[in-house]
């Protein structure tokens, strides 16, 4: 149990679906570049977007600002393929040259496309060694509603099966707040 600064190998799992509209999806993109900007220069990242369904974006690589490029003109549209994208993210994931294996899951929470359910995805991520942090992006009228307070716990439960943790960032304060933890 060390706490020292290893590279790992990060499948960021970004979602482009039509849910994530506006200024979640620029909030998503801020999120993402400040986890970059935060992590070891010999971390390795896959990236993976998904709406109505899940599509590898960019296969191994250590520069971070390639990953941030591949998001510049994504446009979000369809519907949400979540879990079907963290299992390709979990596969793909576990072939990565670094034993320390995370999955960075930017995304409202939604689902309603993808053919593995959610028992299916909760079972892989248990059984693998990759830890799943969620970070929530939800928008001013997600909060309080059903499908917000859905997303909130989808995130929380793939998270906590996984041995990681969702977060909820506010503000861009928060947010690298969360990104330094």
Avoid: W
């Avoid at 250590?62 to 990953?67: K, T």
């Avoid at 995370?102 to 059984?127: C, H, P, W």
């Avoid at 059903?146 to 506010?170: C, H, I, N, W, Y």
């Amino acid at each position: 149990f060390s706490d020292d600064d290893a590279p790992v190998s990060v499948g960021v799992i970004f979602d482009v679906s039509g849910s994530m509209n506006g200024d979640k999806i620029k909030r998503a993109r801020d999120a993402l570049a400040k986890f970059i900007q935060t992590s070891h220069n010999m971390d390795e990242y896959f990236l993976i977007a998904f709406n109505s369904r899940a599509q590898l974006l960019l296969d191994k690589t250590r520069d971070g600002n390639q990953v941030l490029d591949k998001l510049t003109f994504v446009q979000t549209r369809s519907n949400t393929a979540l879990y079907d994208a963290c299992y390709l993210g979990v596969e793909k994931v576990q072939r990565g040259a670094h034993p320390k294996r995370a999955l960075l899951l930017i995304s409202d929470g939604q689902d309603n496309n993808s053919r593995y359910t959610f028992n299916e995805l909760r079972r892989v991520l248990k059984e693998s060694d990759v830890t799943l942090y969620g970070i929530g992006i939800l928008g001013g009228t997600d909060a309080g509603s059903s499908l917000g307070m859905e997303g909130q716990s989808t995130l929380d439960e793939l998270a906590s099966v996984s041995g990681g943790k969702a977060f909820f960032p506010r503000s861009n304060a928060e947010m690298d707040d969360i990104f330094e933890q």
